[in-house]
């Protein structure tokens, strides 16, 4: 079986020797100049960059990753359950609805408890043009 | 002489050549593919612009013009053009990284193609987890694209990178959950099973109401998962410039490039193999014809029917482009967790107990 | 053939592994950790233990490792460019990693194995799908409670400091 998987390492040097290949052809025929000073800086509109981009960043990223995790291990346990669900019938039903169940239950608790929700609004508007729309954007996920 | 020979024979003959060759084969697939795919995108959006698209570049005095192949040599030019840019790396950016990233990328679109299959004879390995396979290889690809976007010390670059990367483990519950009601039906992951199954019965998208909506499931996530408009919002242009990519430059950014048509081929060949009967013609569907003839059957036709339908799913991706608006990141959270997970799961037990019935 | 194979796959497990602890900067560790968890997976799969494999790529690389890279992207540190780490009571960890080893290897030749022909398995998800419905229920209804625990608990965790 695992003569199956031996192409993968011959494909990663294939990859790694054409794409390197292309490289050298580039840095064959692509134009070397004087490099150095702004022409090196980061993208940023034009201006100099301000700061360092590595900085901390919003943590829903991080719990959206949390909670994908949980839910690709679900899905990975259904795959061997897909797989011998017809020849198990009725059983596999019954005991995959209740590990669904339990999960379920959890993806609902998750839901009701707004962490699926990718912005809390917490701005508020002041008085002036746009105090009105406070009470609408609030209400809105 | 004659033993050079003979032994030359038995080297290309060798197992190892073989894999290597069916190797060469799939990068050079990659590249056309994606040379083909930008010429093709760029012609399908003009026509639904009601605009011309290339039209200058030729290749062999083809110059086309207003018809319409004019153009043709243009992403040929382009492809020169990338070749022959300088290439940046920024001082500031984490170069090592930076270098690496897109080779994280494009292995992993790469070797995803060992599972994929080009008709039920062109495949390189017939793996027993087949679509899993697929499935386990195409999420390498984040890890690229997030270490891509931290290396190059660029907030548009860091901003694009977590975006892509929350979407694209996000659509890949949805997708997965719609590719286990195929597993569920056909009993097995393995890509001639599942094939077969569609041979003895019928396309998979005609196997239940469920499974017609699992479809569309499905491409919505594949969508996503390759970073298309609508779900584009990682390199949203009037936005965050070019996303993960912005640091990017000449053969670098050809890599993501490559890889990201790469991405969409393999999403587009998943689609057509799980649901539209792969290698299957359609013609044996409706059973019109009795002489087996004219069903269009055979290694060589399967190779053409699963590109076809791949091609078509590429345009109507293209499609996509030029008829949705682009998402906001709140709603493409939205739309992931709270209308295609439930849904993929409702249709999960349902299809589960049309089966048990 | 698969020897040679084998053993530039445990290289390469190992030699990721000890980047991954040697290395100062978190990020360098975590892209290790890639080739590392890619190695183990190939373990695998000279176990004949394909679909296992897959899962370690799709749960390891393409979960936990993303989730590892955002966890080191949002410490504090981050600011300063250099994000590493310094082992000062180097003695100390020393002589715990010392006794840890020492039981690892008393264990592993103090254990007798079970050495016998080699099993040759084709497909193993039905075997596992047929397991876990059967014989290993009751551990895989409790897993989807494990899994309950922790989706509650980490969401409950990233609430704490985000209003």
Redesign the interface.
């Known amino acids: ?2 003569q ?9 040097t ?3 020797l ?2 390197g290949a ?2 050298i ?3 064959l ?5 004087n ?1 150095g000073g702004e ?7 034009g201006e100099v ?1 301000e700061g ?6 919003n ?35 019954v ?6 169940l ?6 609902a ?3 009701v ?1 707004d ?6 609004l ?1 701005v508020k508007y002041g008085k002036g043009r746009y105090s009105e729309l406070a009470a609408k954007e609030e209400s809105s ?1 | 002489m004659n033993g050079i020979w003979a032994s030359t024979l038995d080297i290309l003959t060798s ?2 050549s073989m ?2 060759l ?3 084969g ?2 050079l697939i990659m590249a056309v593919n994606a040379l083909v795919a930008v010429y093709f995108e760029r012609k399908v959006s003009a026509f639904m612009q009601d605009r011309l698209g290339p039209m200058e570049v030729g290749i062999f005095g083809f110059k086309g013009g207003k018809k319409f192949w004019g153009g043709i040599g243009q992403t040929i030019a382009d492809t020169v053009k990338l ?11 984490d170069k090592k990284l930076m270098i690496l990233a897109p ?1 994280i990328i ?2 992993g679109a ?2 995803t ?2 599972g994929v299959p080009f008709s039920s004879v062109l495949l ?5 987890i087949g679509i ?1 396979y697929i499935i386990a290889m195409s999420s390498v690809g984040v890890v690229g694209i997030i270490l891509a976007g ?1 290396a ?8 694009g990178s ?1 975006r892509s ?2 979407q694209i ?2 659509y ?2 949805p997708a ?2 719609s590719l ?1 009601l195929v ?2 039906v056909a ?3 393995n890509i001639h099973d599942i094939v077969g199954w569609q041979a003895d019965h019928r396309w998979f998208i005609f196997h239940s109401p469920m499974a017609f909506l699992a479809f569309f499931v499905y491409f919505i996530s594949g969508v996503a998962e390759t970073n298309r408009t609508p779900f584009d919002i990682p390199e949203a242009e009037s936005e965050l ?1 070019a996303g993960w990519m ?2 990017y430059s ?2 670098r950014w050809a ?1 993501f490039f490559l890889s990201e048509y790469a991405n969409m081929l393999i999403v587009c060949i998943l689609t057509a193999v799980v649901f539209l009967g792969g290698w299957l013609s359609p013609m044996a569907m409706f059973n019109i014809f009795p002489e087996s003839w004219l069903i269009f059957d055979g290694i060589w036709w399967g190779a053409f029917w699963i590109m076809f339908k791949a091609i078509f799913l590429i345009f109507v991706m293209m499609w996509f482009r030029w008829t949705f608006p682009r998402l906001r ?2 709603q ?3 739309l992931c ?2 209308v295609l ?2 849904f993929a ?1 409702v249709n ?2 349902l299809v ?2 049309w ?2 019935l | 053939m ?1 020897e040679v ?1 084998f053993i ?1 796959i445990a290289a390469i497990t190992i030699a990721s592994a000890i980047w991954v602890v040697f290395s100062s900067n978190l990020i360098y560790s975590a892209v290790a950790l890639l080739f590392t968890l890619f190695g183990v997976a ?1 373990l695998y ?2 176990l ?1 233990a ?2 296992i ?1 897959a ?1 370690q790529v ?2 390891y690389v ?3 490792l ?2 590892i890279i ?2 080191v ?2 410490t ?1 540190k ?4 250099r ?1 590493s780490h310094s082992s000062r009571p180097r003695f100390m960890a020393g002589v715990i990693s010392f006794f840890i080893f020492v039981l690892v290897m008393t264990v592993i030749f103090t254990t007798t194995w079970h050495t016998g022909e080699e099993q ?3 497909a193993t ?2 075997t ?3 397991m ?3 014989t290993y ?1 009751l551990p ?2 409790v ?3 494990v ?2 625990a ?3 608990g ?2 409950l965790l ?2 704490k ?3």
């Open positions: 079986m695992y199956n998987f031996a192409p993968i390492i011959i494909f990663v294939i990859g790694l054409l794409a292309l490289f052809v580039q840095s025929i692509s134009p070397k100049f490099k022409k090196l800086a980061t993208y940023e509109c960059p360092s981009a590595w900085i901390k960043f943590i829903r990223f991080y719990v959206i990753a949390l909670v994908f995790i949980i839910f690709d291990v679900e899905v990975i346990f259904l795959y061997p359950w897909a797989v011998v669900y017809k020849s198990l019938g009725l059983v596999a039903f005991e995959m609805m209740i590990f669904l339990i999960l379920v239950a959890g993806f608790y998750v839901w408890k962490d699926l929700n990718w912005v809390k917490s996920p | 197992y190892g894999i290597s069916a190797g060469v799939i990068f070749l022959t840019k300088e290439d940046i790396l920024p001082d500031s950016a080779f494009f292995i790469f070797v193609f060992i390189v390995s017939n793996f027993n899993f931290w190059s010390n660029n907030k548009w670059s860091l901003y977590l990367a929350a483990i996000s890949e519950i997965g959950l286990i597993v569920l009993g097995s992951l410039v912005t640091e000449g053969f890599l990141v709140d493409l959270m939205y967790w709270k997970i439930p799961l999960l037990v589960s107990i089966e048990l | 698969s194979f530039l190939g799969v000279f004949y394909d679909f494999a899962t799709v749960v393409g979960g936990i993303v989730l955002f966890g992207m949002l504090n981050i600011a300063d460019n994000i040759i398995a084709t998800v039905n596992i799908g047929e876990i419905l059967t229920l895989f209804e897993a989807s409670l899994l309950l922790a989706l509650m980490s969401a990233s609430r400091k985000h209003g």
